[in-house]
């Protein structure tokens, strides 16, 4: 009788250790320091493509200028990139706006989270 409760109680404590073990290797977001270089550079594109989607969502007349400032980091199985971008108006005036846009590389999956402009 004591050790059948000596093996359960052994059990348990190998069940614990593993499940801290499993929890905490997993679901470990990558450190930005760690996360690769990219490959191309994605600043012109995203930028194009937050100007395109805020125009054609807000109905304005938005021509893409320019991006500087990119920034991106790993953000729920895809990379979050922070920009300011700029943008002329239909009468040629330009702004800068800052532009948030999440996606995931290689893939059709993107989305234009923030565009606001900076005053």
């Known amino acids: 009788m004591k050790s059948s409760s000596l093996a359960a109680a052994l ?3 190998v069940a614990a250790v593993v499940v ?3 929890s905490a290797s997993e679901f470990k977001q990558t450190p930005v320091a760690d996360m ?6 994605r600043g012109p594109l995203l930028g194009r493509f937050a100007v395109l989607v805020y125009s054609l969502n ?3 007349e938005l021509t893409y200028a320019g991006v500087s400032l990119v920034d991106q980091s790993p953000d729920k ?3 979050r990139y922070r920009m300011v971008v ?3 108006d239909a009468g ?8 948030v846009v999440w996606g995931v590389p290689e893939t059709h999956a993107w989305m234009l989270l923030e565009f606001n402009r900076i005053n």
């Open 58 to 60: 807000r109905n304005r």
């Open 11 to 13: 059990i348990v404590v």
């Open 86 to 88: 700029t943008a002329a």
């Open 36 to 41: 690769p270089a990219d490959p191309r550079p």
């Open 92 to 99: 040629g005036a330009a702004a800068s706006y800052r532009a």
């Open 20 to 22: 801290v073990a499993v």
């Open 77 to 79: 199985g895809g990379v």
